[in-house]
């Protein structure tokens, strides 16, 4: 049996060119890939003196899903059971101390609950990475600097 040197050249050439982009991809995907964690903090919202208050908790979805909420490093937010996400500026908060009364969170204090749990609750590395992650995004999006 004959080899064509030609024809293995070219195969071994367009294998290492796709074993490169594979891993150009696969590199991009780790530096982009969106993290979640459950979202574990003080009630943001100002208006009802809450976003003061130090006694965060897990935060769950309303409307008979009952699921637990998560945020992404893209500032998302989801919940774990029905999947209904959307942007953290999208969504409104209610608590013990505003029950049923569904309030939209300032910038400020969102940031500034997130900041505090970060030192509370975030036990791990992992944890606080993507706390960190969080808490930049946020702040890019208010046009300060990290």
Request: some cysteine; overall charge positive.
């Amino acid at each position: 049996m004959k080899r064509d040197g030609k024809k293995d050249d070219q195969k071994l050439q367009v294998n290492k060119n796709f074993v490169c982009i594979d891993q150009l991809l696969h590199n991009y995907n780790l530096i982009k890939m969106v993290q979640w964690i459950e979202l574990y903090m003080s009630c943001p919202v100002s208006s009802t003196g809450c976003s003061k208050s130090q006694d965060p908790g897990y935060w769950y979805h309303s409307g008979g899903c009952g699921g637990s909420m998560e945020i992404s490093t893209d500032v998302y937010m989801r919940c774990k059971k029905c999947y209904t996400s959307g942007h953290w500026k999208g969504w409104s908060f209610s608590c013990s101390r505003h029950p049923l009364q569904y309030e939209k969170a300032d910038d400020r204090d969102f940031l500034q609950n997130l900041g505090f749990v970060t030192n509370l609750y975030a036990t791990d590395s992992e944890k606080k990475n993507i706390l960190k992650l969080i808490i930049r995004k946020i702040l890019e999006e208010m046009d300060l600097t990290y």
